[in-house]
């Protein structure tokens, strides 16, 4: 199995990072992907988090191929920034989302950098999670998802089909069962 991580911006390594204690278990190799050709050759694909303003402007070569393969079947997470990349209403005009995941989000609706913070979040299949909020955004509507996690009543995980969606960074905190969950997604169980 190939996990690519998008190469654009934001914690590309640490997904990198994340995904490659994995290998043995899950029979799965990670690749930092840095053209659009490269997405052909995953079986799932992951958006980190960073500044969705600047993912967005570099987005535009991958959005057509990664759409493309979604609907094909390819799965897909996003984390913080991702998750605002995979939404159909970012809620800010300069941030364009690609609709695969049918929720509305609000970026930075936890405040600025001072105001990140970790906290227990419970996860539907996981159990609890220590999630780390960086500037996170908010769903404010999951749509048509289901929700696997909330923090004070709102949605900050959510999946559908093909792609899973998340408010936090699970990349930073050495757990590594939000990855194992998507990576079992990707093969289908």
Not at 2 to 19: C, M, N, P, R, S
Not at 58 to 73: D, M, T
Not at 108 to 114: K, L
């Amino acid at each position: 199995m190939k996990i690519g991580v998008l190469g654009i911006q934001g914690d590309v390594y640490e997904h990198y990072t994340a995904i490659r204690p994995l290998k043995n278990k899950y029979k799965v190799e990670a690749y930092i992907i840095r053209s659009p050709e490269e997405i052909n050759e995953m079986d799932g694909i992951i958006i980190p988090g960073g500044e969705s303003t600047t993912i967005t402007r570099f987005l535009s070569r991958y959005i057509n191929i990664i759409n493309e393969n979604v609907r094909n079947g390819m799965k897909i997470m996003g984390t913080c920034a991702g998750a605002i990349i995979l939404s159909k209403d970012t809620g800010d005009p300069r941030v364009h989302g690609t609709g695969i995941m049918d929720i509305k989000i609000q970026r930075n609706a936890y405040g600025r950098q001072i105001d990140s913070f970790i906290d227990a979040v419970n996860i539907k299949n996981i159990g609890t999670f220590n999630a780390v909020f960086i500037r996170a955004p908010v769903i404010d509507d999951p749509g048509k998802t289901s929700v696997l996690g909330e923090y004070n009543g709102k949605p900050v995980i959510v999946e559908n089909e093909n792609a899973i969606a998340m408010t936090f960074h699970p990349e930073l905190t050495g757990d590594l069962r939000v990855h194992e969950y998507f990576l079992r997604k990707v093969m289908g169980n």
